[in-house]
């Protein structure tokens, strides 16, 4: 594997102000264009920061607690990388790092959870490109009828995103005419908000 194509790490150094002599120190991982920031947990003198080396001058100890804390979040990183890389299909940073901070679960792209996140950017854009108000709450009625589906087919809160399958749509669409009580037309509206939510399936 390419690995320029791997998320990429660098340890960084940031103090309050120019004049402050403490620091904390961070990483920066990078992939596919994005940014994420976290903090080691680890502080040190700002002049003693030696960025090319990843060592704090003269601090051993704390010099070795820097790279074993970066080569335990650049594992926990890299590994999810690979597994959703073998899931197949696109992600981001942020499905990377939800993932590793256990908000999602490696399977993980939750159906559910994609769904919320649709609807959760539709809200701080409301006014805006067609998120309206009307239509934030038609795409939180499929939702509900989508969690309520899952009860009721797969006795299940959720889906993983991966296994939602032509069957799985197809069963939806039924229950939304039948135990759903939509008209044809109610229930197509709402099975294209699922495939927006699916994008490039189905």
Request: hydrophobic share 30%; proline share 3%.
């Amino acid at each position: 594997m390419d690995t320029n194509l791997l998320p990429q790490f660098i340890v960084f150094a940031k103090r309050k102000n120019s004049k402050d002599p403490s620091a904390k120190l961070y990483v920066k991982v990078t992939y596919n264009g994005d940014i994420h920031e976290r903090s080691l947990g680890i502080g040190c003198p700002y002049e003693l920061w030696e960025s090319e080396q990843m060592t704090i001058k003269d601090q051993p100890i704390q010099s070795a607690r820097v790279k074993q804390t970066l080569e335990e979040i650049k594992q926990k990183v890299i590994g999810i990388f690979h597994i959703l890389s073998q899931h197949g299909g696109t992600f981001s940073l942020k499905d990377i790092i939800e993932i590793t901070n256990g908000n999602r679960k490696p399977a993980g792209l939750s159906f559910c959870q994609c769904f919320e996140d649709v609807i959760a950017r539709m809200e701080k854009l409301k006014g805006y490109d067609g998120n309206s108000e009307a239509n934030i709450q038609k795409h939180k009625r499929c939702f509900d009828h989508f969690k309520t589906f899952c009860k009721l087919y797969y006795k299940s809160s959720d889906f993983s995103y991966h296994k939602i399958t032509r069957t799985v749509v197809d069963q939806l669409a039924e229950y939304l005419k039948t135990e759903g009580n939509c008209s044809h037309n109610t229930a197509m509206k709402y099975m294209q908000i699922v495939k927006k939510v699916l994008p490039n399936r189905h």
